[in-house]
Nanobody
Framework: VQLQASGGGLVQAGNSLRLSCAAS????????VSWFRQAPGMERNFVGG???????VYADSVKGRVTISRDSAKNTMYLQMNSLRPEDTAVYYC???????????????????WGQGTQVTVSS
């Protein structure tokens, strides 16, 4: 599975941004797909994800400000981010995993396929 993340950029705090993750084929019924982010000098952290049955989980740090969705016809997953804060500045990665289950949805090691990352910078 190949993934292509896009949509990052420089935005002011309080604004919104939508990231996209295009998959190389029809994967959503076989793979869980998630977003992770990595701030400079920090570990890569789970943002949110969709399991194979369509259930969505968000990290507490972004809950209420982000929405994850997928368009099966376009083989694309989205991350809508609202009320952006400077601490949201990071490289955002999408990932897909065929063996991901509910208990390891937030675990990087569960994902075999990763996109190249897209930079989001939020200015204050």
């Amino acid at each position: 599975v190949q993934l292509q993340a896009s949509g990052g950029g420089l935005v002011q705090a309080g604004n919104s941004l939508r990231l996209s993750c295009a998959a190389s084929g029809r994967i959503f019924n076989r793979y869980a797909v998630s977003w992770f982010r990595q701030a400079p000098g920090m570990e890569r952290n789970f943002v949110g994800g969709i399991n194979r049955s369509g259930g969505i989980v968000y990290a507490d740090s972004v809950k209420g400000r982000v929405t994850i969705s997928r368009d099966s016809a376009k083989n694309t997953m989205y991350l809508q981010m609202n009320s952006l804060r400077p601490e949201d500045t990071a490289v955002y990665y999408c990932a897909a995993g065929a063996s991901v289950i509910a208990s390891n949805l937030a675990s990087q090691s569960a994902y075999a396929s990763w996109g190249q990352g897209t930079q989001v910078t939020v200015s204050s």
